[in-house]
């Protein structure tokens, strides 16, 4: 085992990895806070985000091309996916959100650009959490899958599961994350084959 330690940080987790070993996660640094990174050879290189825009960013995949996915907190502590063609030209830093969603998070990316995570709905089954409690409550959140400008949930509630989240998609479409399920409450862990292997994700990806 290697361990990985951002320099002069006091917490390190890594969490994404491509084909050529760069390596991204997040760090807690001693005099300037929460840092996304990306770790190429010896080299730690912060993602050098605006702050005061992406708060507690976290750099949760990258694909062989090194695009790079993850979330950030806004000034009011709702979650933003955010998307970074380069490491080296932060200044094109894409925001994601789910259409109509209140809270978007991604973890996800693959080489063709597909991108997974989770969004949040608050209604009033599923309010807004306080953001300054700890640990925040869960809300009423739903997988999705981003192909292109296309946002497509995964429709898992159709199989009375909740509280589901697409943590992975490979190179064939294949998609890995965990739900929640409404008759037992315990949580299990789900595979969605590409459309191409299942007739059941041919329209919207609902569990095969």
């Known amino acids: 085992m290697i361990q990985?330690?951002?320099p002069k940080a006091y917490k390190t987790e890594v969490?994404?990895?491509?084909?050529?070993?760069?390596?991204?996660?997040?760090?807690?640094?001693?005099?300037?806070?929460?840092c996304a990174f990306i770790k190429k050879?010896?080299?730690?290189?912060?993602?050098d985000l605006d702050s005061n825009v992406f708060s507690s960013p976290v750099a949760y995949n990258i694909n062989s091309s090194g695009q790079i996915v993850g979330s950030y907190k806004d000034y009011s502590q709702k979650k933003h996916g955010f998307f970074l063609e380069s490491y080296?030209?932060?200044?094109?830093?894409?925001?994601i959100d789910f259409p109509g969603a209140s809270e978007t998070e991604v973890f996800g990316i693959n080489d063709s650009g597909d991108?997974?995570?989770?969004?949040?709905?608050?209604?009033?089954?599923?309010?807004?959490?306080?953001?300054?409690?700890?640990?925040?409550?869960d809300s009423g959140f739903f997988a999705f899958i981003k192909k292109g400008n296309d946002f497509i949930p995964l429709d898992l509630e159709s199989n009375n599961l909740r509280l589901s989240v697409a943590y992975g998609v490979n190179k064939l479409?294949?998609?890995?994350?965990?739900?929640?399920?409404?008759?037992?409450n315990v949580k299990h862990g789900f595979l969605i084959p590409p459309p191409s292997q299942s007739p059941l994700c041919q329209d919207r990806c609902p569990v095969s």
């Open 41 to 47: 050879g010896d080299d730690f290189i912060p993602l």
């Open 173 to 184: 479409g294949c998609i890995v994350g965990s739900y929640l399920d409404h008759c037992s």
């Open 15 to 34: 969490f994404g990895i491509n084909d050529s070993g760069d390596i991204v996660g997040s760090c807690e640094l001693i005099n300037s806070g929460p």
């Open 88 to 95: 080296n030209n932060t200044s094109d830093v894409i925001t």
């Open 115 to 137: 991108i997974v995570g989770k969004y949040k709905v608050y209604t009033d089954s599923y309010p807004a959490p306080d953001p300054y409690s700890y640990p925040a409550p």
């Open 4 to 6: 990985i330690d951002f």
